[in-house]
């Protein structure tokens, strides 16, 4: 079974701290991404990454950064969180193959930034 | 740029019926992909089903089809004999053919009435 994994369920960060959401993933996936989730709002791209040290921007980078230092390993920072990061954010992996592979999801992180 | 619409943001429907959640997408590639995700209250996403845009038969899994109807951009989820285990967010998503991007809609909250 493929498996992502993400360091937390839940978090409560303030104003202007600095975030680290990690994720594992365990099928030696070369695609890795990251999503924020907002009702109404769907799931967006904030970035991706289809190799080690490799990364490109989605679709709302802003206030974002990410790494990926390990192939397994894809983590995700607030360097300044503000009210408006409060979401709940999905990592996901895929192989690189053809558009028929789904994306494998973790179970989220809730993010609450006070 | 890709766009999913999901016009429905919440659905009652009864328990053992059958139920249709609408997607609509609009994309200038000519060829991508189509996916359907589900969502429980516990977060997590789950792959339901796949249609690629040459396709020649709709897809099916078990309870899940899905009703492509290519020349109107449509995309639709059907699952018969819902059960009270179907309640959840359900998503619909887009790929490129050219990796493994996805867009998604901004979802469906369907409940199931016993």
């Known amino acids: 079974d493929v498996k992502v994994t993400q360091s937390s369920r839940y978090l409560v960060k303030r104003t202007g701290e600095k975030v680290f959401l990690e994720c594992v993933q365990d099928m030696d996936h070369e695609n890795m991404f990251w999503y924020r989730q907002d009702p109404g709002l769907g799931l967006r791209l904030i970035y991706f990454s289809y190799d080690v040290k490799m990364k490109e921007k989605g679709d709302i980078p802003e206030g974002y950064s990410v790494s990926r230092e390990k192939k397994e390993r894809f983590s995700l920072i607030l360097e300044s969180a503000s009210t408006n990061q409060t979401s709940m954010y999905l990592c996901?992996?895929?192989?690189?193959?053809?558009?028929?592979?789904?994306?494998?999801f973790g179970p989220g992180t809730r993010l609450t930034v006070l | 740029a890709q766009k999913i619409t999901q016009t429905q943001p919440g659905m009652f429907v009864q328990e053992k019926e059958a139920v249709t959640l609408d997607c609509t997408y609009d994309t200038s590639d000519q060829s991508y992909g189509l996916f359907w995700y589900k969502q429980p209250s516990s977060g997590e996403m789950i792959f339901l089903i796949y249609q690629g845009s040459y396709d020649e038969q709709n897809a099916t899994e078990g309870r899940y089809s899905l009703n492509f109807q290519k020349a109107r951009k449509s995309a639709n989820l059907v699952i018969s004999a819902s059960q009270l285990g179907d309640s959840a967010m359900y998503f619909c998503a887009m790929s490129p053919n050219a990796g493994n991007m996805l867009t998604f809609g901004g979802g469906t909250r369907l409940m199931v009435k016993p």
């Open positions: 996901a992996s895929s192989p690189s193959g053809p558009s028929r592979d789904t994306q494998y």
